[in-house]
């Protein structure tokens, strides 16, 4: 269903910063006002009034019937769409000198469409609306966190299944496609990344597709899944070794894992996300790994794998500091070590008045019995 809401709130910060209309283009933020998945995602929310959607023919009914919207307009090609959309522009246009338009300036906004729109609306000026959906995304509603609760329970689903198929000599691939089978048999929506398994010296990758490669004996193995639930998404990641784990690889999981738990002392209410990255590298730095530690220990998730705060994307939101009801994930960087591999760990938490609460739950350890 619509989230009449939440589209207010967009629409008073929008008249805030003086933007007219917000062109939305990306997944999760039509997912955010609208409740539904669509492969091409395309709507205006102008500051005032009813949203307008601009959608295929066939999936009028639909969207009349589910989302109770009034203005829909039907296209049959993306020429024919950005003609809507030049049209509903010059509407919204009638009576002022010049038009501000919002669209995300993100990963997730398809280039092409957006220069699209700016070869069609010359008289427009495009500025980013990233700002007004962080500030309205960044803390989550108790149903977001409930979403991605229930992803971070088909995360331990898909873990569990790619280590009961680890065994020498069974490749990446093979126990990726155990994990994603597994996620989505018990009702989840897909990934919101590639089911992550590298092995070996790839074991140092921060994230590199799942190969044809054989796992072999007393390798370690980093599993990386982001599971998605009605549209939201929880990390989980773990690193284990086929077989008997080496001194050096015990050494790295454990200053690993204690490098979490100073994150988790750290990460309460005013902590900024710089901070919460310093705090793991004081335990790498003591135990003669920093060298080897790639900084970024921590990001927002929810409808996307990667949000606000994500200063490994965004060096500035670096600054953000930590707020109760944000939902955060710690372990997403790497240790790595050339010649040796590499140890991730990494979980998904709410943000409470007291600290961290774990929205994924699985077991730590290098040698982890199914």
Request: charged share 20%; net charge negative; with cysteine.
């Amino acid at each position: 269903m619509m989230n009449r809401e939440r589209l207010q709130r967009a629409q008073e910060r929008m008249r805030e910063r003086n933007i007219d209309a917000y062109l939305v283009l990306t997944h999760d933020d039509y997912l955010y006002f609208f409740g539904q998945v669509r492969v091409q995602p395309r709507a205006i929310v102008p500051a005032a009034g009813p949203p307008i959607l601009v959608v295929f023919r066939g999936e009028e009914a639909e969207v009349r019937e589910d989302l109770g919207a009034d203005d829909v307009r039907i296209f049959g090609s993306v020429a024919h769409m950005m003609k809507d959309v030049v049209g509903v522009m010059r509407e919204l246009a009638q009576g002022k000198s010049a038009l501000t338009v919002g669209v995300q300036m993100g990963f997730f906004t398809p280039a092409f469409l957006l220069d699209l729109f700016q070869r069609n609306n010359p008289q427009v000026k495009v500025v980013d609306i990233g700002p007004v959906m962080d500030e309205l995304r960044i803390v989550k509603e108790p149903e977001e966190v409930e979403r991605i609760r229930r992803a971070g329970e088909l995360a331990a689903i898909g873990m569990r299944a790619a280590l009961k198929a680890l065994a020498p000599g069974v490749t990446e691939r093979e126990v990726a496609a155990e994990a994603e089978y597994a996620m989505r048999k018990a009702g989840g929506d897909g990934t919101a990344t590639p089911v992550y398994v590298n092995s070996g010296l790839r074991s140092g990758w921060l994230h590199g597709a799942a190969t044809g490669k054989a796992i072999g004996a007393g390798e370690p193995v980093v599993i990386d899944l982001v599971p998605v639930a009605q549209g939201y998404c929880a990390n989980l990641c773990r690193t284990v070794v086929v077989g008997a784990a080496t001194d050096q690889h015990e050494r790295m999981m454990g200053t690993y894992e204690a490098a979490r738990q100073a994150v988790l002392q750290a990460m309460r209410p005013g902590a900024t996300m710089r901070e919460l990255d310093m705090a793991a590298k004081a335990v790498f730095d003591k135990a003669g790994l920093g060298e080897f530690y790639v900084m970024g220990i921590s990001h927002g998730i929810g409808l996307a794998f990667e949000e606000i705060p994500a200063p490994t994307i965004k060096p500035a939101e670096a600054k953000v500091a930590v707020r109760e009801g944000m939902v955060l994930t710690v372990g997403h960087s790497v240790l790595s070590i050339p010649g040796v591999g590499g140890v991730r760990l990494e979980d998904t938490y709410h943000i409470s008045p007291s600290g961290p609460v774990p929205l994924t739950s699985f077991p730590v350890g290098l040698s982890l019995a199914i």
